[in-house]
């Protein structure tokens, strides 16, 4: 079995969505976040330019391996706008991505059903106003060897497509490299087939 070692996320935030239905307005972002602290700064700015709306309903979802999302009504009915917007970045395959419907109310009870509606409708038109990516999940090795083994490190480097993260190169030179987690396995048994270079993961 194949591992999975890609996600889909976004890198930058999307234009603003809008969707009117009986007065009601409701703005639309997403974000790329990494953390929820990052989550709380995007929710924070937004408070502060939308001061005078009524809901700030949010989903999120962290991680590429082991995942971790929270769906926020933030005062609307249960279930009717919190899972709505992450049932929508979960049909566009989404991770480390926050979407945020802000909703003014216009004096009119949407019901349930209508809510449900206008959250869902109006995420998707914020994850479509943006660029998705899809992006490898990687693993990261710590390789040391002798100056002397250079050019045999880096040819197995380049044929494994493993990308240099950071280097101290002295007599003793240590590289901190990633790999795309398919990759992983291949890199770390052809480096521990040569007994004077050390690889070990982190």
Not at 41 to 63: F, I, M, N, P, V
Not at 120 to 125: H, K, L, N
Request: with cysteine.
């Amino acid at each position: 079995m194949e591992t999975k070692d890609t996600y889909k996320t976004i890198t930058k935030p999307s234009e603003e969505g809008l969707f009117k239905d009986k007065n009601s307005k409701f703005f639309a972002y997403a974000f790329p976040v990494k953390s929820e602290d990052d989550v709380k700064l995007y929710l924070e700015k937004l408070k502060k330019e939308h001061y005078a709306a009524r809901h700030w309903c949010y989903a999120y979802q962290l991680g590429t391996e082991t995942l971790r999302y929270r769906a926020n009504d933030d005062g609307e009915p249960n279930n009717s706008a919190g899972m709505p917007i992450y049932g929508q970045i979960q049909s566009f395959e989404l991770t480390n991505v926050l979407v945020v419907v802000v909703r003014y109310f216009g004096g009119v009870k949407l019901g349930v059903g209508g809510l449900i509606n206008a959250y869902r409708t109006v995420a998707q038109m914020a994850l479509e106003n943006t660029q998705i990516v899809e992006k490898t999940i990687d693993t990261q090795f710590k390789i040391q060897f002798d100056y002397k083994h250079m050019s045999r490190v880096m040819r197995i480097l380049k044929d494994n497509t493993a990308e240099i993260d950071s280097q101290k190169l002295e007599l003793d030179c240590v590289l901190t490299v990633s790999v795309r987690k398919g990759h992983a396995n291949k890199l770390l048994d052809t480096f521990s087939s040569f007994y004077e270079i050390s690889i070990t993961k982190l």
